[in-house]
């Protein structure tokens, strides 16, 4: 039972164009959110994240949009360049009053930027 | 210092044999996590460190999964009479403050593959 889907497993998007990546969740007690990008033969990187008191954090060509309600997220970049082509990562945790849980990852979403 | 540091990048043992795989986190780093990532799926949680106590073990598969962190920064996870269905990349993260509130910074991985 996936509490974390993404449910494009590929997006091709044109260079200079805006990239949307989309994400949802079902576990209502998820209160932070991340976006990490992974290249072949690599961990994962740390993008971007978005606590549940915000519904939107920009960073540069990076902005991640909250919708608590229907409990969706999604990822923009804009304007999208070649070395955006990468599998990213949606990634939820209900970390907060100091506990740790591990991370919940979606499957991942394969973005092309065309040249 | 460096980044995450994960050794061996690459694993091949027979059914039956013991595994050891070594994390090296962000030099200061207090929490760690392990994660197992499937072939076409985002990383799972296995289980989490603080300092050098294992506050969360919940994602470990079964009993012959092992992981360890006795001075509080290098950790180890042990696979005993490994399975063909324990083949995956184990992949270590590392981050600032006990929680995971804070980004988990990754490591590249160890692919382990069982014959």
């Known amino acids: 039972d996936q509490q974390v889907k993404q449910n494009s497993p590929s997006l091709s998007v044109q260079e200079g164009r805006i990239s949307i990546l989309n994400c949802d969740y079902t576990?209502?007690?998820?209160?932070?959110f991340l976006w990490y990008k992974k290249y072949p033969a690599e961990g994962p990187t740390f993008l971007i994240s978005?606590?549940?008191?915000?519904d939107k954090n920009e960073d540069g060509r990076f902005t991640v949009f909250l919708n608590k309600s229907a409990k969706h997220l999604s990822l923009h970049i804009v304007p999208s360049q070649p070395g955006d082509s990468a599998v990213y990562f949606c990634a939820a945790s209900k970390g907060s009053g100091g506990g740790a849980d591990g991370l919940t990852f979606g499957k991942g979403t394969h973005l092309i930027i065309q040249p | 210092g460096a980044g995450v540091s994960q050794s061996p990048r690459y694993k091949v043992a027979k059914r039956g044999q013991d595994v050891a795989l070594r994390c090296d986190p962000i030099?200061?780093?207090?929490?760690l996590f392990w994660y197992q990532q499937a072939l076409g799926q985002g990383p799972e949680f296995l289980t989490y460190?603080?300092?050098?106590?294992?506050?969360?073990k919940s994602g470990l598969p079964s009993d012959r999964f092992f992981a360890e962190r006795p001075e509080g920064s290098v950790s180890t996870l042990k696979i005993q009479r490994t399975q063909q269905e324990d083949s995956a990349v184990y992949l270590c993260a590392s981050s600032g403050v006990g929680g995971a509130r804070w980004p988990q910074h990754f490591g590249d991985g160890t692919r382990l593959s069982i014959l």
């Open positions: 030099s200061g780093h207090v929490s």
């Open positions: 576990n209502s007690m998820f209160d932070y």
């Open positions: 460190f603080q300092n050098e106590a294992q506050l969360d």
């Open positions: 978005i606590s549940s008191i915000k």
